[in-house]
């Protein structure tokens, strides 16, 4: 079973790494980028103290945790653990891997961090605000996600793997700093 997830991985991999140009080629390393996204950051900030004014920094902490629990995370607990090679690493398949920019990464890939980092913030912002912005948010976790995959950086199982720990963390952190938020905010 676990052979036939990992052949179907890797040939999900190879079907979604085979579609580029340069122009995506462009786009998905962008969206991949963390400065790139500094001007949408800050949009979701002039939201968030719209909404919460003086406890925002409630939300503040409470996405710093989530992202720091979910970069570790998915080092710590999975990355060192399970050992599994990048595509762009994984010599059965590095001849056929489309890389952008030569950049591969570290030699593991499962989980995702840059997965798991943004389901994180995505599901935590989304929570604190609304379920537009939450599903929003999360599609725009996907695309980063996605662009993992285009750049031939990790597989979809890796992806996956990510999103799920990224959610379940800012689930978690959304459930210990729900009350606190509301304590605050009501104050």
């Known amino acids: 079973m676990v052979e036939f997830l ?8 190879l079907f979604l790494n085979g579609f580029h140009s340069e122009s995506l080629d462009f786009i998905m390393w962008h969206v991949s980028g963390k400065l790139q996204w500094l001007p949408f950051y800050v949009i979701l900030l002039v939201i ?3 909404k919460y004014n003086k406890s925002v920094w409630v939300v503040l902490i409470a996405t710093a945790l989530a992202v720091t629990l979910a970069d ?3 080092v710590k607990l999975f990355k060192e653990v399970f050992e599994r090679w990048r595509p762009c690493h994984n010599l059965d398949l590095k001849e056929v891997v489309h890389l ?3 950049k591969c ?3 593991f890939g499962f989980v995702s961090s840059h997965a798991a980092n943004s389901f994180a913030t995505a599901g935590l912002l989304g929570l604190f605000l609304n379920r537009k912005a939450f599903v929003f948010l999360v599609s725009w976790a996907a695309l980063v996600a996605y662009s ?13 793997g ?13 459930r ?8 605050f905010h009501h104050a």
């Open 6 to 13: 990992e052949q179907w991985d890797r040939e999900l991999f």
């Open 48 to 50: 968030l103290i719209k």
């Open 72 to 74: 570790q995370f998915s």
């Open 100 to 102: 952008v920019n030569g």
């Open 105 to 107: 990464g570290g030699r």
């Open 148 to 160: 993992r995959v285009y750049l031939g950086v990790h597989y979809p199982a890796d992806i996956l």
């Open 162 to 174: 990510g999103a799920i720990l990224g959610l379940f963390i800012a689930f978690l952190v959304f």
């Open 176 to 183: 210990i700093a729900s009350p606190i938020m509301k304590h």
